[in-house]
């Protein structure tokens, strides 16, 4: 037996407790100064560390935040009196994470999808962060819904990676967050997104339960069925719970711990009114915590008002800390927009 299996488990079910959710702020430094030039930050190491400071030390954030996942430059770096950001916090009684996955590359002979890459060296990177304090990881795959595709080649690749990585985060003690994105971009109906959905978690944990990774040691982190952005006919938000519940329940083991969605470029209400619908309505009926592990939701209204400037960091906490709570809401089904 892993001689982890405890930790893991404990670990699992402190990341999804009751009215608690994911943090996610682990955005590439690629990602990250994309989103600082979007609102006419500087885009340097510097300024990256100081919006990553403002979110860590935002007042009561862990009254509703369980963990944050970090990026390996971010779980390196330190508030400006010298605190180490793991260290604020696991003060705060967050639990620190990390992104270990090294992206998503073109996959080959498949023109339009990718497969994501960072297997190699992953059993040494995963001790180093363990002795950091990071409990959980976190790997994105992404499967674009096109013309002709996914194909079963790119959902394959993609599933095979994950299970490969979760089998070595629980050897080396971190919850994986095995989160396989079927993206919102295109203009595919809510029909289409639940197909493709259903393929590719069946396909993951097929891949999961081969790879020897145990169900309640581990997250999942999928997205919502949704229409296509460019879709003409969008869902209400009853649909687009009773369908993502549906998919769930018929493609997600109940032994999993917890499902922690991810918002996927919807609006932060929407983010916060899908994930109460399903809680209202099928939370007495399903195995798993069904909770938030957002970015762009949580981070979004805070990120616009902060513009780089010191000045504009107390108003941007409160705009953060009022999503969170918004999401914990949800995650209890009290949420009202
Ligand atoms: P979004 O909530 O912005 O989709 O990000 C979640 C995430 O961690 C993507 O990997």
């Given at each position: 037996m892993n001689k982890y299996a405890d930790e893991l488990r404990k670990t699992a079910k402190a990341m999804v407790a009751p009215g608690k959710g994911i943090l996610a702020m682990d955005e590439s430094n690629g990602t990250c100064n994309k989103r600082l030039a979007s609102v006419g930050a500087e885009q340097t190491e510097e300024k990256r560390r100081q919006y990553r400071e403002l979110i860590i030390t935002t007042p009561e954030l862990g009254d509703s935040i369980s963990g944050a996942i970090l990026y390996d430059e971010t779980i390196r770096q330190s508030t400006a009196d010298g605190q180490l950001f793991r260290e604020a916090l696991q003060q705060k009684g967050m639990i620190p994470g990390i992104k270990v996955d090294t992206g998503a590359k073109d996959l080959a002979g498949h023109p339009n999808e990718k497969v994501t890459e960072g297997l190699d060296g992953l059993r040494d990177r995963i001790a180093e962060y363990y002795q950091m304090g990071a409990r959980f990881a976190k790997w994105r795959a992404v499967i674009t819904i096109g013309d002709g595709i996914p194909s079963r080649a790119c959902i394959e690749a993609n599933a095979h990676a994950l299970a490969r990585y979760a089998a070595l985060c629980q050897e080396g003690g971190l919850v994986p967050i095995v989160e396989p994105e079927v993206m919102m971009?295109?203009?595919?109906t809510i029909e289409r997104c639940y197909e493709v959905t259903s393929e590719t978690l069946r396909t993951v944990f097929d891949q999961l339960a081969t790879q020897g990774?145990?169900?309640?040691q581990m997250i999942l982190k999928p997205n919502m069925v949704l229409p296509g952005k460019g879709c003409s006919q969008q869902a209400s938000v009853d649909q687009v719970a009773d369908m993502t519940m549906r998919c769930l329940m018929n493609n997600v083991p109940a032994a999993v711990t917890g499902v922690a969605f991810l918002?996927?470029?919807?609006d932060e209400q929407s983010a916060s009114a899908h994930l109460n619908a399903m809680n209202v309505k099928y939370g007495d009926m399903i195995p798993w915590e069904v909770t938030f592990s957002y970015a762009r939701a949580i981070q979004g209204p805070a990120l616009d008002n902060w513009q780089?400037?010191?000045?504009?960091v107390e108003k941007s906490q409160a705009l953060l800390a009022h999503r969170a709570k918004c999401n914990s809401a949800a995650h209890k089904g009290e949420y009202s927009p």
């Open positions: 971009d295109g203009d595919h990774v145990e169900f309640d918002s996927g470029g919807q780089g400037k010191q000045s504009n």
